[in-house]
């Protein structure tokens, strides 16, 4: 129902462009996330969009390099990485949230999607 792509092997400094398709029923009106997992370490917020694209919110680690984006036309969340760096090297996960917003909390989400591996090296 959330299947995610576009990861990938970057050198430092370089960008990568993450999509996320849905299921119609699970993105009308939902807001939606974007988490990271790096090895030996726990899930972790990246990004956040509400239902209709105007309220964004992102983890400190990744302002002002990272940028969500929706289009509620294709059912698809984007997230667009700038400056990567190796610790942004992580399984990137999507995920639908139970309310119109994209929280910050990984419980607030009921779906995920099965993840995309981005690897930076230095």
Known sequence: QLQASGGGS??????????????????SNN???WFRQAPGEEREFVAGISWNGVSRT???????????????????????????????TA??????????YGSRHSTQYRYWG????????S
């Open 58 to 88: 992102y983890a400190d680690s990744v302002t002002g390099r990272f940028t969500i984006s929706r289009d509620n036309s294709k059912n698809s969340v984007f997230l667009q990485m700038n400056s990567l760096n190796p610790e942004d």
């Open 10 to 27: 970057v050198q430092a400094g370089g960008s990568l462009k993450l999509s996320c398709a849905a299921s119609r029923r699970l993105f």
């Open 114 to 121: 099965q993840g995309t591996l981005v690897t930076v090296s």
């Open 31 to 33: 807001g939606m996330g």
């Open 91 to 100: 399984v990137y996960y999507c995920a639908a949230s139970r309310t119109a």
